[in-house]
């Protein structure tokens, strides 16, 4: 199958599926032989318990990253308590550069201060100290990825996003009694959560610049409609119900416009509504499939997928209108794009004839490489900090999320056991 009519065929796939339950398990499938190798010691502190110790979280989080590799405890050259003195020349010996520390107190009932220390054990000095004053213990998922986050941003330079959130839409049971569900969960997979169900297809969530809401379509009502749904509340809007295709939600990076893939002109054109007054305006006007926007960083640009050159391709169009510029000229089929935090980088979906994988561009000289091996990977997702890339797989004829490294040397794959997850976007970062 060639050409747009490819996207929405996807689009009809991922909605295939069984069974579902609460957590994703995440595969590493390839990790990175140059990475920073790093130690995490036990926090110390008899009077926590839990299902999983607070640095087993923080050793996750990192080893996922695809930057580090965290040794094992017992690869560690000296036991590490409270009490302990680092001997630094054991630490280089055994190729560690990094070590964290951390205690976790009691100071009330359900009610627990963190206090942690990184070391620079090249340097033989403490890099940071940090302490989380009060946290629950329903809240101790939560802390180890806010440590994660400071460790990351700590030893790389760059902002961790291990706080943040996927959305995805995933199915339960089967036809006539298919459930779809729009699910939200940490970047991790754990504490997922449905927003919103229905026995009709639900498809293309986009969280909004502050991370508060969700933009997504619905054929509930039989026709396809965009709804926005507030996250934390549940409380949801329709937002259009055009005649024709209502499709492909993107928010402006400054939370003004929505920019939609509509056909109340006859073709599917992008258009863009004003998030405060409704109107809407046409971006683009041709008798081809224009759809799947995203927004450059600046607000100033959209790129979008389209069949106007007799192949399926990525555009780029200013906000102000105007003749559509090709991006992508690699292959016969580049769609569905994202575009870097940065503004540098383009995910897409390639097809050179062995199957769709995602693949990125360098927007400044035009170089593309292919991330991934699989034969049906579609809709990638930056993270917002544009280390990682999230995206749809397929394995063993059922929908799987997969993350990828954006230089493609490490990858993760995140399973929903006996279910069938697709179409996932990465939340923006919450201050």
């Known amino acids: 199958m060639r050409g747009i009519s490819k996207i929405f065929a996807l689009l009809a796939m991922c909605l295939l599926g069984q069974n579902s339950v609460a957590v994703l398990e995440i595969e590493i499938t390839e990790g990175v032989e140059s990475a920073l190798p790093v130690a995490i010691a036990a926090f110390t502190g008899d009077s ?36 302990s003195q680092l001997h630094y020349p054991l630490w280089r010996e055994a190729g560690v550069e990094s070590l964290l520390t951390g205690e976790v107190i009691q100071i009330g009932e359900n009610q627990y201060r963190i206090e942690f220390r990184l070391f620079d054990l090249v340097r033989q000095k403490r890099l940071s100290g940090h302490a989380i004053s009060s946290v629950r213990r329903e809240d101790m998922r939560k802390a180890g990825h806010k440590i994660s986050d400071i460790v990351f941003e700590s030893l790389t330079g760059t902002r961790g996003a291990f706080s943040t959130q996927i959305a995805y839409v995933s199915t339960r049971g089967t036809a006539p009694n298919r459930k779809y569900e729009l699910q939200i969960a940490d970047a ?7 927003i919103f169900s229905s026995s009709q297809q639900l498809m293309s969530p986009a969280w909004s610049p502050d991370g508060t809401r969700l933009a997504y379509v619905s054929f509930e009502k039989g026709n396809s409609a965009i709804y926005v ?23 402006s990076p400054d939370g003004r416009y929505l920019a939609l893939t509509l056909s109340i002109d006859g073709s599917a054109d992008i258009y863009l509504m004003d998030t405060r007054t409704r109107r809407l305006r046409r971006l683009t006007r041709d008798s081809s499939i224009d759809t799947e926007a995203c927004w450059m960083p600046d607000s100033k640009a959209l790129l979008f997928t389209s069949d106007r050159s007799n192949e399926t391709q990525v555009y ?100 929903m056991i006996g279910g069938d997850v697709r179409a996932p976007t990465w939340s923006p970062f919450r201050n």
Do not use: C
Request: glycine fraction near 10%; hydrophobic fraction near 35%.
């Open 48 to 83: 926590y318990t839990a299902p999983e110790a607070i640095e087993d979280i923080v050793r996750s989080d990192l080893r996922r990253s695809g930057i580090f590799d965290v040794l094992e405890n017992q690869h560690f050259p000296q036991k590490i308590d409270a009490t």
């Open 188 to 194: 991790d997979g754990h504490n997922a959560r449905t």
């Open 229 to 251: 749904q507030d996250v934390k509340e549940g409380r949801r809007f329709m937002v259009s119900a055009q005649s024709g295709i209502n499709s492909a939600p993107a928010w």
């Open 316 to 415: 780029r169009v200013s906000v102000r209108g105007g003749k559509p510029r090709r991006v992508t000229y690699e292959g016969a089929y580049n769609a569905a794009p994202d575009v870097s935090p940065d503004g540098r980088q383009l995910a897409f979906v390639h097809n050179n004839g062995t199957g769709f994988r995602i693949a990125v561009m360098d927007l400044g000289s035009g170089a593309m490489r292919i991330l991934t091996e699989g034969h049906l990977d579609e809709g990638p997702s930056y993270a917002p900090n544009g280390k990682m890339i999230i995206y749809a797989a397929s394995e063993r004829d059922r929908g799987v999320l997969a993350a990828v490294s954006a230089n493609g040397r490490a990858q993760q794959k995140l399973r």
